[in-house]
T-cell receptor, first 115, second 113 residues
Framework: QQQVKQSPQSLIVQKGGISIINCAYE??????FPWYQQFPGKGPALLIA?????SEKKEGRFTISFNKSAKQFSLHIMDSQPGDSATYFC??????????????FGQGTTLQVKP | EAQVTQNPRYLITVTGKKLTVTCSQN?????MSWYRQDPGLGLRQIYY???????DKGDVPEGYKVSRKEKRNFPLILESPSPNQTSLYFC????????????FGSGTRLTVV
């Protein structure tokens, strides 16, 4: 129930294309769904996050789509650029009263954007 | 600059030799956490702390200890390291409240031979 499953494990996209990474969760108590971006030699950095009361959140070229009934959420990177090449992690947590906000991470997706 | 600082960045040690990885944050955050990152497994929580003198086990606590004597510091202690603890370790912190994500350190790559 605590797992977050992420796919694909790796992804190669041409410059200008759309990158799509998917995640699925089981625990219906999760109420916070962030995506982290990690470059080699660096720690993960928060990219964008969504709460289950909305179905989509967009920040620049990055969009989270959220499907509460299917318990799935996805990251879309529009107009993908070589600088987007990184490892992406989805995560989920419960931030309600009494919860620690512990992040459960997906397995990660390595994205390569070819020039 | 708001940041989480880990030291050392790289460490090679031998089985059984006690070591400590330090973590410090300058954002006055209440929550701090240690994760290990292994290929194909993502990041798994080792220990977390809700505030000073308040710590609890995460998903993979075996072989690790932590302490939180001061709000800014959260060291990770390996009393008797073993080769299966070879991994990339991250410390992270966040404030209380519903908003905001974790800020991660740059990582410590540990090799136990």
């Amino acid at each position: 129930q605590q797992q977050v499953k992420q796919s694909p494990q790796s992804l190669i996209v041409q410059k200008g294309g759309i990158s799509i990474i998917n995640c699925a969760y089981e625990n219906t108590a999760f109420d916070y769904f962030p995506w982290y971006q990690q470059f080699p030699g660096k720690g993960p950095a928060l990219l964008i996050a969504i709460r289950p009361d909305v179905s989509e959140k967009k920040e620049g070229r990055f969009t989270i789509s959220f499907n509460k009934s299917a318990k799935q959420f996805s990251l879309h990177i529009m107009d993908s650029q070589p600088g987007d090449s990184a490892t992406y992690f989805c995560a989920a947590s419960s931030r309600g009263s009494g919860n620690t906000g512990k992040l459960i991470f997906g397995q990660g997706t390595t994205l390569q954007v070819k020039p | 600059e708001a940041q989480v600082t880990q030291n050392p960045r790289y460490l090679i040690t031998v089985t059984g030799k006690k070591l400590t990885v330090t973590c410090s944050q300058n954002m006055n955050h209440e929550y701090m956490s240690w994760y290990r990152q292994d290929p194909g497994l993502g990041l798994r929580q080792i220990y977390y702390s809700m505030n000073v003198e308040a710590t609890d086990k995460g998903d993979v606590p075996e072989g690790y200890k932590v302490s939180r004597k001061e709000k800014r510091n959260f060291p990770l202690i390996l009393e008797s390291p073993s080769p299966n603890q070879t991994s990339l370790y991250f410390c992270a912190s966040r404030g209380t409240g519903a908003g905001g994500g974790y800020t991660f350190g740059s990582g410590t790559r540990l090799t136990v031979v």
